[in-house]
């Protein structure tokens, strides 16, 4: 019933661009925080970027600051990450989650996961 559905992944060369979607739906929503995490083979997971309406805050990884962005649209539980300059580095499954706070995101709702390929 509870359901996050993520798009916008793909192959793309290093430097170019990518804008990934998350649309959540359910009982429990709207969320208070929405976010991107990322998992690649040999590496653990990372959270890229979250946002908290309730609290206003926007958080990104270090290694993302200055070529990720993160929106949404609370009231319609969507959330997007336009991602730039991507590197090869950035290859993974990406996976949009909500929850009550930024912390707790990775405990709250996740989606299925989106591909992104960065190729050199």
């Known amino acids: 019933q509870v359901q996050l559905v993520e798009s916008g992944g793909g192959l793309v060369q290093a430097g170019g661009s990518l804008r990934l979607s998350c649309a959540a739906s359910g009982p429990t929503f709207p969320s208070y925080a929405m976010g991107w995490f990322r998992q690649a083979p040999g590496k653990e997971r990372e959270l890229v970027a979250a946002?908290?309406?309730?609290?206003?805050?926007?958080i990104y990884a270090d290694s993302v600051k200055g070529r990720f962005t993160i929106s949404g649209d609370n009231a319609k539980n969507t959330v997007y990450l336009q991602m730039n300059s991507l590197k090869p580095e950035d290859t993974a499954v990406y996976y949009c989650?909500?929850?009550?706070?930024?912390?707790?995101?990775?405990?709250?709702?996740w989606g299925q996961g989106t591909q992104v390929t960065v190729s050199s």
């Open positions: 989650a909500a929850g009550d706070t930024i912390a707790a995101l990775a405990r709250g709702y």
């Open positions: 946002r908290s309406w309730s609290r206003g805050r926007t």
